[in-house]
Structure formats: C-alpha cells, structure tokens
C-alpha cells in the first residue's frame, strides 16, 4: 500500500473489505497495511521520510474486526480461500482458511476478527495482506470490516 501522508494517523479509519464484483480464481488483495508520513517531531530515534526531511515514518497496521462473510449465489457449492501474506515484496503466504465450501445460495462467516495485518519495515514495498481467491470466478462474493491505524510501538530510548 502506498505511504500514507498525513498530519496524524486516525485513531481507527473504517474499513469495508469486499471484492468488486465476484471474488476471482488468483488471490487478490482486499486488506493491506500502510504506514504513515508524518510532519515531523524532530525527536531521538524517529526514522525519517526519505522523500521530505520534515516529515517521519510511523508503523501501521489494519486490524480485522469482523469475521468475512462469502455467499454463494449459484445452485453449486463453491469454496473461497483466505490467506495473508506477511508484509515486505516476498512475504511469507499463510493460508489461514484453506477451501472453505459454501453451500449453494448461502453465506457462511470466515472467522478473522481480531487479527493485524501490520507495516512496520518502512523499507518494504507492501505491508501485511489480506487476500482471497475462490474455485469459480462468478460465484462468490465477500464482505468484512476493518480499521486503519497507526501500529502501537515502543518509544525509542532516548536516555543515555
């Protein structure tokens, strides 16, 4: 996700996650974290924006709290897969719902609630993902919440 500059990190910006249209056969992408560009505090410890020396770098994350929800709406059980990969170009993949039918003209709740996706390598090109994939590519559809925040860290030590 790109940088998000701003003059403060919200506290916690709503988030839909969904897929336009129908979820398609590669994983795609509905959740990424970001992190934050920020006028700067001139304090010890901060890392700087490389792109403007006034400004620095602060983690962030996106916290999933409600479960996904996919419905089905043909006449066939279908499955959707849910995966994050870990942020960074070459993340690690971890498939945290492998192939999960719905049944026919139904809908089922994935339960993701409660886990980050965060973005604290301010080096990296992506932050932490959240993807889907399905079996068919007119079938599922899927729908969830999330917040946007500044990730929680440690002050740097600035005492000697």
């Given amino acids: 996700m790109p940088r998000i500059s701003t003059d403060q990190p919200s506290s916690g910006k709503p988030l839909v996650l969904a897929v336009t249209g129908f979820v398609p056969l590669t994983a795609t992408t509905i959740a990424e974290a970001p992190d934050f560009s920020i006028p700067s505090t001139f304090a010890t410890g901060i890392t700087a924006d490389p792109a403007n020396a006034d400004r620095e770098l602060r983690p962030g994350e996106v916290y999933l709290e409600s479960p996904l929800i996919a419905t089905n709406s043909t006449s066939t059980t279908r499955w959707v897969e849910v995966q994050i990969v870990t942020q960074g170009a070459s993340g690690d993949t971890i498939v945290i719902a492998p192939q999960v039918s719905v049944p026919a003209n139904s809908a089922i709740q994935i339960p993701v609630q409660g886990l980050r996706l965060l973005k ?10 959240l993807q889907v994939r399905a079996e068919n590519a007119s079938a599922i559809k899927i729908y969830g919440s999330a917040v ?3 990730a929680a860290t440690h002050q740097p030590n600035t005492e000697a």
Avoid: P, Q, V
């Fill in 120 to 129: 604290t390598d301010f080096t990296a090109t992506n932050g932490g993902r």
């Fill in 148 to 150: 946007e925040l500044e």
